[in-house]
């Protein structure tokens, strides 16, 4: 079993609505979990950062932790044909290296 | 916010030679940098940390004499893909990690390396 699990998609949705994108995980030591979107042939773009469980907003990006349950979540609102990317959620744990373990990545498709 | 550099952005050589790839943090300084491999609709494959100043620590089954790592400045790490060899074609991205504000990792925009 991987470490952390994510639905690989491809997840289509139509222009302006709500896009939900979600991974588990195993490990209970990880504390710090990222977002990351990635367009083609480009590196990944940090988009959220949260530390421990709660909610963080940022514009029309909203990201969930819950601890207990071992899952997290993106929240896409009115989304837009340039969201169109892979989603990567990331965690680490709070030691030194800083290594980030990745989920697979989900592919989204917002059609206009 | 936290910008990476990578350069160059795609490299095509011969088989054989050797391919130096260059990461820089440009707004912050970074003890860490850590290179990645990504195969097509696949996630990041992380190959080795680099630390300022000290040996890279490589992943498990990455071959360090292949894949040279040096770290020698706050804000900059280079790889070396040594000998290159058509399976070596793939996209490498670098990420520095940022203690100072968020604490995690930025990207560069990646290399693409072709083999021939």
């Known amino acids: 079993q991987k470490e952390v699990e994510q639905d690989p998609g491809p997840l289509s949705v139509p222009e302006g609505a709500i896009v939900s994108l979600n991974c588990t995980y195993s490990?209970?030591?990880?504390?710090?979990f990222m977002w990351y979107r990635q367009y083609s042939r480009k590196g990944p773009e940090l988009l959220m950062y949260t530390y421990s469980s709660g909610n963080k907003e940022d514009g029309r990006f909203t990201a969930q932790v819950d601890k207990s349950s071992k899952y997290i979540s993106l929240f896409i609102r009115d989304s837009q044909p340039s969201d169109s990317a892979t989603y990567l959620c990331a965690m680490r744990s709070s030691g030194n290296t800083g290594k980030l373990i990745f989920g697979q990545g989900t592919t989204l498709q917002v059609k206009p | 916010g936290a910008v990476v550099s990578q350069h160059p952005s795609r490299v095509i050589c011969k088989s054989g030679t050797s391919v130096k790839i260059e990461c820089r943090s440009l707004?912050?300084?970074?003890?860490?940098m850590f290179w990645y491999r990504q195969f097509p609709k696949q996630s990041l494959m992380l190959m080795a940390t680099?630390?300022?100043?000290?040996?890279?620590?490589?992943e498990q089954g990455v071959e360090k004499d292949k894949f040279l790592i040096n770290h020698a400045s706050l804000t900059l790490s280079t790889l070396t893909v040594t000998s290159a060899h058509p399976e070596d074609s793939s996209f490498y991205i670098c990420?520095?990690?940022?203690?100072?504000?968020?604490?995690?990792?930025?990207f560069g925009p990646g290399t693409r390396l072709t083999v021939l």
């Open positions: 680099s630390n300022e100043g000290s040996k890279a620590t490589y």
């Open positions: 990420s520095a990690r940022d203690t100072e504000r968020t604490d995690t990792q930025y």
């Open positions: 707004d912050f300084q970074a003890t860490t």
């Open positions: 490990n209970s030591a990880f504390q710090y």
